[in-house]
């Protein structure tokens, strides 16, 4: 009897410490992703150059790639001077780490023949074409980062990252980072510890540029917390998706009041939601047919906001149109600043051609042109 209790103490102490790393991996990926998101996108230091003009305007680009890995976060990062922002001046790779409570750090890669892959963030083809043996790092660049509240704060170690740049020896970097904003202070030395290349005065100051910020009369404040529990779990488990219907006009632009969520998803993905959602389950995965189409459907309802989730799998428009979906081509869109998956603009126009549905094509087609 005292074995057994013994060996049942130990179980539970063993399993109490399973339960425990998998809580704290969690925390660890969503602190990462957080970190993530505020790289990612678009940052001008248009308002700086106004300020004073010995800062140039500078346009910033990063965008996630390899999203399929799970050693990290993986950021295409490209600078240019604003006027010519076609031709970047710098190329990188930045592989997102959390070593360790309130540190992250951001290895350092560079790029073989770089300006292929000039506009990759826009750029589907260029994306795909990025392979790791195309990177090399650079030993010693590496930046670290400590966060103090919504705060990162770090840069280079000392004198560790080499540079050939103007007679440089070495190069040092130093960050601030938080929502909307980014400073960065990249400067050369040569060996004797004089300044040769870089800003003189201070830090390069970035503005956050949001894509198609969204207000709370479009989208509710309840629909971003399901929109955000729902990417948390995608994410986790590298579920292919893309949003469509109304969100996926938001996103590109429109003002449609948003009702419900529109998700494609493979058949196979359904029913693994649906195990993981049980207690947000309104109708498990079923046949669902109506008088326009005919679709696989699992129905959630998460902070009081029904979620349609299809299969791309078997769609058919009535009466016997069938669609044919590859998630693979979904676009890469921001949501509050951070990288979504929406089904294409040409995709959705075409959709709603075979529903005839003439106003909301129109007003689609009109986003299209603006984009061009």
Same mark, same amino acid.
């Given at each position: =009897? !005292? *074995?057994?209790?013994?060996?049942?103490?130990? #179980?539970?102490?063993?399993? @109490? /410490? %399973?339960?425990?790393? &998998?809580?704290?991996?969690?925390?660890?990926?969503?602190?990462?992703?957080?970190?993530?998101?505020?790289?990612?996108?678009?940052?001008?230091?248009?308002?700086?150059?106004?300020a004073d003009s010995s800062y140039f305007n500078i346009s910033l680009v990063m965008t996630p790639i390899w999203t399929e890995r799970n050693d990290g976060?993986?950021?295409?990062?490209?600078?240019?001077?604003?006027?010519?922002?076609?031709?970047?001046?710098?190329?990188?790779?930045?592989?997102?780490?959390?070593?360790?409570?309130?540190?992250?750090?951001?290895?350092?890669?560079?790029?073989?023949?770089?300006?292929?892959?000039?506009?990759?963030?826009?750029?589907? =083809? !260029? *994306?795909?074409?990025?392979?790791?043996?195309? #990177?090399?790092?650079?030993? @010693? /660049? %590496?930046?670290?980062? &400590?966060?103090?509240?919504?705060?990162?704060?770090?840069?280079?170690?000392?004198?560790?990252?080499?540079?050939?740049?103007?007679?440089?020896?070495?190069?040092?970097?130093?960050?601030?980072?938080?929502?909307?904003?980014?400073?960065?202070?990249?400067?050369?030395?040569?060996?004797?510890?004089?300044?040769?290349?870089?800003?003189?005065?201070?830090?390069?100051?970035?503005?956050?540029?949001?894509?198609?910020?969204?207000?709370?009369?479009?989208?509710?404040?309840?629909?971003?917390?399901?929109i955000h529990i729902l990417l948390d779990y995608l994410e986790q488990q590298s579920i292919e998706y893309q949003f469509t219907g109304g969100l996926a006009?938001?996103?590109?632009?429109?003002?449609?009041?948003?009702?419900?969520?529109?998700?494609?998803?493979?058949?196979?993905?359904?029913?693994?939601?649906?195990?993981?959602?049980?207690?947000?389950?309104?109708?498990?995965?079923?046949?669902?047919?109506?008088?326009?189409?005919?679709i696989w459907l699992l129905q959630l309802r998460i902070e009081n906001i029904d979620i349609d989730i299809n299969a791309v799998e078997d769609f058919i428009?009535?009466?016997?149109?069938?669609?044919?979906?590859?998630?693979?081509?979904?676009?890469?869109?921001?949501?509050?600043?951070?990288?979504?998956?929406?089904?294409?603009?040409?995709?959705?126009?075409?959709?709603?051609?075979?529903?005839?549905?003439?106003?909301?094509?129109?007003?689609?087609?009109?986003?299209?042109?603006?984009?061009?």
């Open positions: =009897m !005292k *074995k057994n209790l013994i060996s049942l103490i130990t #179980i539970l102490i063993i399993a @109490g /410490c %399973t339960a425990a790393h &998998k809580t704290d991996s969690a925390k660890n990926y969503r602190e990462l992703e957080d970190l993530a998101s505020l790289m990612t996108g678009k940052f001008s230091s248009e308002l700086q150059s106004k976060k993986w950021l295409y990062v490209e600078q240019a001077v604003a006027a010519n922002a076609g031709k970047p001046y710098r190329q990188r790779v930045y592989h997102l780490q959390h070593p360790s409570k309130d540190t992250f750090t951001s290895e350092i890669y560079t790029i073989k023949d770089p300006l292929v892959f000039a506009g990759l963030q826009n750029d589907k =083809m !260029k *994306k795909d074409k990025l392979t790791f043996d195309l #990177i090399e790092l650079k030993d @010693g /660049c %590496t930046v670290t980062l &400590k966060k103090q509240g919504d705060t990162y704060l770090g840069g280079t170690d000392s004198d560790k990252c080499p540079s050939d740049l103007r007679g440089a020896k070495y190069a040092t970097t130093k960050i601030i980072l938080k929502k909307g904003m980014l400073e960065s202070w990249d400067q050369g030395f040569d060996a004797s510890g004089k300044q040769v290349w870089g800003a003189a005065k201070r830090l390069y100051f970035y503005e956050a540029i949001m894509n198609n910020p969204i207000d709370d009369e479009i989208i509710s404040e309840n629909h971003r917390k399901a006009g938001n996103l590109f632009g429109s003002r449609w009041k948003l009702h419900d969520i529109d998700i494609e998803v493979h058949l196979e993905s359904l029913y693994t939601i649906e195990k993981a959602f049980q207690p947000f389950v309104i109708n498990s995965v079923h046949r669902y047919s109506d008088e326009e189409f005919e428009i009535k009466p016997a149109i069938k669609i044919e979906t590859n998630i693979e081509n979904a676009v890469d869109l921001l949501f509050e600043n951070r990288p979504v998956k929406a089904q294409p603009l040409e995709d959705i126009i075409a959709y709603k051609n075979l529903l005839g549905r003439d106003k909301d094509v129109q007003e689609l087609i009109d986003l299209s042109l603006k984009r061009t």
